[in-house]
């Protein structure tokens, strides 16, 4: 070894050395974190690697076209790795190169070496190019860190060619006319240059690649593109259940009830954290952030890590914390206008390519400020109340539930005489409009000779709302009444009009060892027209556009049930909004914001309603009461609910059913 490499050899383990530092100092504060158990379906989480971070499936979207330069710059990182691996070894032991394998593999890799370095060089300056001239809104295109990887990423290319094309120019590779990148620039500018001079330019390049890559190496653990070094493991521990339900919480002295300072999250919270890309995607899907709310999922995560970074190490030194996590805004803390924006519609969790999860964190959070502080928007006040004392949102007698079926012949359930249970839910009981759509249920389940029966009185509310609000008491109350009812009425099968009641149902009520088959009216209706019990004429219903309900779609992937619905009783398939299936927009009302003002920014649901009204529809066809509400006030605020109608799937196969 020379002199040069016993330099390089220090150098490498000063920076080697700190960067293990660093990245123990960042991942030991994970620690901090409550336990949380994502062990078990091995062989499915390394496909899911394989799938989304090494196939890039993660990045490469239809509608986020430009992620296929996320990708080939991920490809090329991989391939090379093995030439800085290459790389860093052979500055210490000038012996171990791969010029010293067999040509042909020798060869190989010096061609996939010179190919990769141009390709990541070109997608390096289109990225620069994009973020200075055509900046996308949904993300801090031009952040300093941003700019800083690019360059170094630039630097590594253009010192890897330079430091190779005089390597060829002085007639040191072997491989030279398999590198044609690297051919041609030692050709068109070394070709007549001194040799003294050529070492000279070897070496300036190959320290200048010395310096970058070892820099990139102890920069990661320092900014946004840690996502690096932890977001394969965090595709590896991705949510495999589908389930976003908030977990239970144990209401016993002395236990803390959510989040309310940083180390009340689990470790994979925290791990999610540090694993954000900020690529903006979720920013972008979000209806609260697209009408002009506080509420940014991307910075929702960001805050959460900037007060791990700052809080982390007090919280080990057992000192007290520096920066709140709830508090009026500035970076590192999450105000409570944020975490009341929130409309739990799940888009932030579907479009994450690293499978964050955004929105629990919100309802995490909201648990604390309701159940910890008594802390909430003054409506909900009486909302909580209602729901305490009559087990509704609005305080209505309970003796009132099936008074929409005054004048049909509805029976109770029976159990062993009744086989399914119309769970009605508060909307379909008591809200006039929704009255009407439980109607239409009613005389389809007839029409096709189905056993039901109904609660009546007896039905408690789901306590969805409830839920998403972060109070998990009254939720848990209503969860085991409900629970206790079904078991002492023998209630096995559930149609539910609900998509918030058949999640609850479905997920929520699971995590109390119950398992129910519940199934959403839409998809119970397509599924007798397919089987032949209902005989339909097609309805005459004008050109119809569909909305996708954020509980029925994203979060139970029901989709096509509902169209093919709407195209059998009608004869024509829905007209698509634009924004559709796993990319629809929310109507505004969920996660319990249908009980709170919308006082800031734009109204989501004029918002869709603008949308769907783009595409002249005569009808607006819903699989959800909440939906149904918001678009009908929104057409009343356009001024368009005399020429547009909004039906209910149910209600949309009334009309076809052959009298």
């Known amino acids: 070894m020379e002199i040069s490499n016993w330099i390089f050899l220090a150098i490498l383990a000063v920076a080697l050395i700190a960067f293990v ?16 158990d994502r062990s078990g379906s091995g062989l499915k989480r ?11 499936r993660c990045a490469v979207n239809p509608f986020y076209r430009f992620g296929i330069n996320h990708a080939i710059l991920f490809w090329c990182f991989l391939v090379l790795l093995l030439a800085n691996g290459e790389f860093l070894i052979h500055g210490v032991l000038p012996g171990a190169t791969f010029a010293a394998m067999p040509n042909g593999l020798y060869f190989t890799l010096a061609f996939a070496f010179d190919i ?32 800083i990887i690019l360059g170094m990423i630039a630097t590594l290319m ?46 300036v390049f190959w320290w200048l690649h010395a310096i970058v890559l070892l820099s990139f190496l102890n920069y990661l653990p320092y900014s946004k593109h840690m996502h690096i070094l932890t977001s394969i493991p965090n595709v590896y521990l991705r949510n495999l259940t589908g389930s976003t339900s908030p977990k239970r919480e144990e209401f016993k002295k002395g236990n803390t009830f959510g989040v309310g300072k940083v180390n009340d999250f689990t470790w994979k919270n925290l791990l999610d954290a540090y694993s954000c890309t900020e690529c903006g995607r979720c920013s972008d899907n979000c209806p609260a952030t697209k009408t002009d709310k506080p ?43 944020v975490i009341w924006d929130c409309t739990t519609c799940g888009a932030c969790v579907a479009v994450c390519p690293v499978f964050i999860e955004q929105f629990p964190r919100i ?27 009559r087990s509704n949102p609005w305080g209505i007698t309970p003796g009132d539930r099936a008074k929409w079926a005054t004048g049909l012949d509805v029976k109770m359930f029976e159990a062993g005489k009744t086989e399914y249970l119309l769970y009605v839910g508060c909307f379909g009981s008591f809200d006039a409009r929704a009255k009407h759509v439980t109607v239409a249920i009613a005389r389809v389940l007839d029409a096709a000779g189905v056993s039901w029966g109904i609660l009546g009185k007896d039905e408690k509310c789901c306590g969805d709302s409830l839920r998403r609000l972060g109070n998990e008491y009254i939720f848990e109350q209503m969860a085991k009444d409900n629970l206790k009812t ?98 629809g927009f929310c109507c505004g009302a969920g996660g319990g914001r249908m009980w709170l003002e919308e006082s800031r920014g734009k109204r989501i649901n004029i918002e869709r309603t603008e949308e769907a009204l783009k595409k002249q529809p005569r009808t607006i066809c819903v699989s ?11 057409l009343k605020d356009k001024n368009a609910d005399k020429d547009v109608q909004v039906l209910d799937i149910a209600e949309v196969v009334v009309k076809a059913l052959k009298k």
């Not at 390394?46 to 890039?56: A, I, M, R």
């Not at 159940?371 to 003054?378: D, L, N, R, S, V």
């Not at 007798?528 to 219903?541: F, V, Y």
């Open 46 to 56: 390394v496909w899911n690697v394989f799938v989304y971070p090494l196939l890039q």
């Open 21 to 36: 530092w660093s990245c123990r100092n960042k991942f030991r504060l994970l620690a901090l974190g409550k336990p949380e």
């Open 486 to 583: 079904f078991q002492a009425k023998g209630v096995t099968k559930i149609i539910t009009e609900c998509p918030h009641c058949f999640t609850a149902l479905k997920d929520d009520y699971a995590q109390y060892g119950v398992k129910l088959e519940v199934i959403h009216h839409t998809e119970f209706i397509n599924n007798l027209i397919k089987e032949g019990k209902l005989k339909l004429n097609p309805a005459d219903l004008g050109k119809t556009v569909f909305h996708d309900s954020c509980y029925l779609g994203r979060y139970n992937n029901i989709y096509q049930a509902p169209r093919e619905t709407v195209k059998a009783a009608t004869g024509k398939a829905v007209v698509e909004m634009d924004r559709n299936l796993e990319r």
């Open 363 to 389: 309802i995490d959070m909201r648990r604390h400020l309701v159940e910890t502080e008594g802390k909430f928007p003054e409506e909900l006040l009486g909302f909580f109340e209602n729901m305490e004392q």
């Open 158 to 203: 253009i010192a890897f060619f330079g430091s190779h094309s005089a390597e060829i120019a002085l007639g040191e590779v072997t491989a030279a006319k398999y590198m044609p990148v690297s051919n041609w620039i030692a050709n068109t500018f070394m070709g007549a240059t001194a040799e003294s001079t050529l070492e000279i330019v070897k070496n």
């Open 295 to 337: 509420l940014n999922p991307r910075l929702v995560i960001h805050d959460i890590k900037v007060n791990l970074l700052k809080n982390g190490p007090q919280i080990v030194d057992g000192k007290p914390v520096m920066l709140p996590l709830i508090a009026p805004h500035h970076e590192g803390s999450i105000e409570e206008d």
């Open 116 to 147: 990769v370095s141009i390709l990541a060089l070109l997608a390096v300056l289109l990225a620069v190019s994009r973020r200075l001239f055509f900046p996308p809104k949904y993300i801090q295109a031009r952040s300093k860190d941003a700019f």
């Open 624 to 634: 959800c009461p909440y939906c149904m509400t918001m678009f009908e006030d929104g």
